[in-house]
């Protein structure tokens, strides 16, 4: 098991070679690609549930209209 001066002395040599602000940049953009990644998922979940919701045709037919279409049947 690594010791505290050993874990202390890794995290020294990873803040030179990113330095504080790349780090902090780097969790910025892995918190927005988590988000990112909730948000997907609870697009997907809603999409579901609209899909799965019955869907109702209007059936009704106009008097009028149904013998406009038998007229054009008939004259073609």
Known sequence: MPSWTQILLVVVLILLLFGRGKISEMMGDFAKG???????LSDEEEADVASSEPKTIDATVNREESAEAKNKATNS
Do not use: L, Q, T
């Open 34 to 40: 988590i988000k990112s990644f909730k948000r997907g």
